[in-house]
C-alpha cells in the first residue's frame, strides 16, 4: 500500500511541476484602437526605459504632438498620423519614425519600433 500511495504522489507532483503556464500574449492595438485611447486630446505619461526620462505627451485629433518634461527631458513638438500597423510621428527638425503598440498590462503600453520598447505609455 505504501509503494502505491508513493508513486500516486510522486506522479500528481510530476504532473504539476512540469505542466508549464502560459500567460496571454500581449495585445497589438489597433490603429483606430491608438487614436481613440491616445490621440483625443487627453494628456498621458509616456517613459524612456533607455533614458529614464518622463514626459506628459498630449497627442490632438488634428494631428499635433506636445511634449512636456516631468522632470530633466526636452520639450518637443511634432506631428503624428495613423500608419497601416500602428502609427507614425515626426518631431520639428526630424525625419518620420513609425510605431506599434503593444498593451503590457493594467493602464500601460509599450511603443515599439520592431522588436524593442521605445517607451512605456501610462494613463
Do not use: H
Amino acid at each position: 500500500m505504501r509503494v502505491g500511495i508513493a508513486s500516486v504522489a510522486a506522479g500528481v507532483v510530476a504532473v504539476f511541476t512540469v505542466t508549464p503556464v502560459f500567460a496571454a500574449p500581449p495585445a497589438k492595438l489597433s490603429p483606430s484602437d491608438i487614436q481613440t485611447t491616445f490621440f483625443n486630446g487627453q494628456p498621458f505619461t509616456a517613459a524612456t526605459p533607455s533614458a529614464g526620462a518622463k514626459f506628459k505627451m498630449t497627442f490632438t485629433a488634428d494631428g499635433k504632438i506636445k511634449r512636456q518634461p516631468i522632470g530633466t527631458g526636452k520639450k518637443g513638438e511634432g506631428t503624428w498620423k495613423l500608419s497601416a500597423d500602428g502609427f507614425c510621428r515626426t518631431w520639428k527638425s526630424a525625419r518620420e519614425e513609425c510605431f506599434t503598440v503593444m498593451s503590457a498590462g493594467a493602464n500601460k503600453w509599450s511603443v515599439m519600433k520592431g522588436s524593442s520598447v521605445l517607451a512605456t505609455w501610462s494613463k
